[in-house]
């Protein structure tokens, strides 16, 4: 700021007028900045908070879709959609999430030979995303029919999964049902669309 000759130095009244607008525009870009920040921050938690809804983030737990989705991968799922055979699941079994493979939906007769071949409707199933396969333990009454509302799952690692060829799991419910997989987000070496 120019000193004033006139008055020994002090500012004239223009230049206290000048400065003080100068303080109010930095006051006003200030406060727009900040209100955008603002709106900003509540958009994306409005937004987090309805892509939870109807997109959950869910991370795996153990190895029992293994090889295709492994322990600490983190999937989005979709809850819209019809289920069909040969989407991988997420559903509510007590007080866990499990994560499984629809292998038979409602009509479906099911049967696991003593191989583990998994036999759809009197054909045996084309499963290319297991690499071995194992009947499971003994405690489900197969050959099943696939009743309405429900879905035959099963882990695509046969040898450890835990699934519907167990009495305790059973057919899985359609309420039960969180969504279906729609891509793996994390690690990101493996980012992609499931299906």
């Known amino acids: 700021m120019k000193q004033n000759d006139e008055t020994g130095g002090a500012p004239s009244a223009e230049q206290l007028n000048n400065e003080l607008k100068r303080l109010q525009r930095q006051r006003e870009i200030r406060k727009s900045i900040l209100g955008t920040i603002g709106a900003l921050i509540v958009v994306a938690a409005a937004a987090l908070l309805v892509l939870n809804l109807w997109i959950?983030?869910?991370?795996?737990?153990?190895?029992?879709?293994?090889?295709t989705l492994r322990d600490g991968d983190i999937v989005a799922f979709i809850t819209t959609g019809q289920v069909r055979r040969g989407d991988?699941?997420?559903?509510y079994h007590g007080n866990q999430v499990l994560i499984k493979?629809?292998?038979?939906?409602?009509?479906?007769?099911?049967?696991?030979?003593d191989d583990g071949m998994v036999i759809l409707n009197g054909s045996v199933l084309d499963e290319p995303y297991i690499s071995e396969r194992h009947a499971g333990e003994d405690g489900t009454m197969l050959p099943a029919v696939v009743t309405d509302n429900r879905y035959f799952v099963?882990?695509?690692?046969?040898?450890?999964?835990?699934?519907?060829?167990?009495?305790e799991i059973g057919m899985i419910h359609k309420d039960q049902i969180i969504g279906k997989a729609l891509i793996r987000i994390w690690p990101p070496e493996s980012i992609g669309i499931l299906g």
């Not at 991988?88 to 559903?91: D, H, L, Q, V």
């Not at 493979?101 to 030979?113: E, K, S, T």
């Open 101 to 113: 493979r629809v292998i038979g939906v409602f009509g479906d007769n099911i049967d696991i030979g």
């Open 154 to 167: 099963m882990g695509d690692y046969r040898q450890v999964s835990i699934d519907s060829r167990n009495d």
């Open 56 to 67: 959950p983030l869910l991370q795996v737990q153990r190895n029992s879709m293994s090889p």
């Open 88 to 91: 991988i699941i997420a559903f």
